[in-house]
T-cell receptor, first 118, second 111 residues
């Protein structure tokens, strides 16, 4: 079946450095990819929506210069956390809308990425 | 912007009991998704509802969408420890294109 791959699944970085998380649709092309952040014991918070070849649409309160999203192709979107700080430590998860489904209802999720900033 | 409220926030039930989780939207829903998650892991797709009054079942889980398409419920019959986790309802919007989630319901099932 369709799979969305996130990489890395876990990453530890030093405060002040940048870290990139990839979201890749393995056997389908994605019209849209969504990036979420999840805090402990909380739901998924939508950070931004990205479409191939265009700028991402960020949700209110999400710093676009802090969380850089690049959607280079129909199968790959990346989230770069720039100048990371310990408060950026979190679980990040992406999802992708399958363009084969014209209703737009088919959305697959990655397994998520744990970011720890020390 | 659309908001999704889930209730209850958490639920602790004895194995074998039935339970219901509710999801209420501030706007008419275009599509309503139900997922299950263990915190820090990926989401498991349960069901997607789109039509007013629609009801779907899978094994012991039934989800309904009301006629007005602003409220959905997820019902688990004869709960088991394997049902434990976080249940999330998600609402799809077309314009702007986004998928947002409800506040989540943490379910614990004890033997």
């Amino acid at each position: 079946g369709a799979v969305v791959s996130q990489h890395p699944s876990r990453v530890i970085c030093k405060s002040g450095t940048s870290v990139k998380i990839e979201c890749r649709s393995l056997d389908f092309q994605a019209t849209t990819m969504f990036w979420y952040r999840q805090f402990p014991k909380q739901s998924l918070m939508l950070m931004a929506t990205s479409n191939e070849g265009s700028k991402a649409t960020y949700e209110q309160g999400v710093e676009k210069d802090k969380f850089l999203i690049n959607h280079a192709s129909l199968t790959l979107s990346t989230l770069t956390v720039t100048s990371a700080h310990p408060e950026d430590s979190s679980f990040y998860i992406c999802s992708a809308r399958d363009r084969r489904d014209i209703s737009g209802n088919t959305i697959y999720f990655g397994e998520g990425s744990w970011l720890t900033v020390v | 912007s659309q908001e999704l409220e889930q209730s209850p926030q958490s639920l602790i039930v004895q194995e074998g009991k039935n339970l219901t989780i509710n999801c209420t939207s501030s706007k008419t829903l275009y599509g309503l998704y139900w997922y299950k998650q263990k915190y820090g892991e990926g989401l498991i797709f349960l069901m997607m509802l789109q039509k007013g009054g629609e009801e779907k079942s899978h094994e012991k889980i039934t989800a309904k969408l009301d006629e007005k398409k602003q409220q959905s419920s997820l019902h688990i019959t004869a709960s088991q420890p394997s049902h434990a986790g976080i249940y999330l309802c998600g609402a799809a919007e077309l314009i702007p294109d986004k998928l947002i989630f409800g506040t989540g319901t943490r379910l614990q099932v004890f033997p």
